[in-house]
């Protein structure tokens, strides 16, 4: 059981540590060969722009934009996959489709880059699941995000004109969606036997009421 229980935590850990290690190498070939990806961004209403959707999470402006970034994707996905392995591939990639989509739709006329997006994505489906599943961890770990980016909020309002809110916005829009469509996925919550009693009555009275 143990056992079972730490592979799953290593292969989430893996999961997470590859996932950030691909934007960083992004980050590294623009750096060792001097390029540029940033027109690889989505630029919204242009068709040119339609790429950005699946490849601007992987495009950052700066190292500070990059690190800022890694950790809240390496945590996010990590819980994704612990908790969702078995539609994990399915969340992420509509939480990137979706989010970028709402993007390019509603987005400013200029290249949009950097996971934020997804991360807002990411962030709003684990705390909204929680709250929706009545799942005792799920909801501990939708309060540690709540507290961990307590601050999301104010990163859909469009305070700083470099800072991409529509990619926020979109995402955790995105990701309260996907928590609601996927509300009968991942873990279930047990249910004490006091419940199952209620549950059992609940049945009969509404047997007796049909006779």
């Given at each position: ?24 190498l992004v ?21 040119s ?72 994505a ?12 009545k ?18 909020v ?58």
């Amino acid at each position: 059981m143990n056992n079972g229980i730490n592979n799953s935590i290593q292969y989430s850990v893996l999961v997470a540590f590859f996932s950030v290690l691909l934007m960083w190498l992004v980050k590294w070939a623009e750096i060792n060969f001097q390029l540029t990806f940033g027109s690889l961004g989505i630029r919204p209403l242009s068709f040119s722009g339609l790429i950005g959707i699946f490849t601007s999470p992987f495009i950052h402006g700066d190292l500070t934009h990059l690190i800022n970034n890694s950790v809240p994707v390496f945590v996010l996905i990590a819980l994704l996959y612990q908790f969702y392995k078995d539609v994990f591939s399915t969340i992420l990639f509509l939480s990137i489709l979706l989010t970028g989509v709402g993007v390019w739709l509603f987005g400013r006329p200029v290249y949009h880059i950097g996971a934020s997006g997804l991360i807002y994505a990411l962030a709003g489906f684990i705390f909204l699941s929680g709250i929706v599943k009545k799942h005792p961890q799920l909801i501990a770990i939708s309060l540690l995000v709540s507290f961990l980016y307590g601050g999301i909020v104010w990163g859909i309002l469009p305070y700083k004109e470099k800072i991409s809110w529509e990619s926020h916005l979109s995402g955790l829009i995105c990701g309260f969606i996907l928590a609601i469509i996927f509300k009968n996925q991942g873990p279930i919550r047990k249910k004490y036997d006091w419940e199952l009693e209620e549950e059992n009555q609940d049945l009969n009275i509404e047997y007796h009421y049909k006779e």
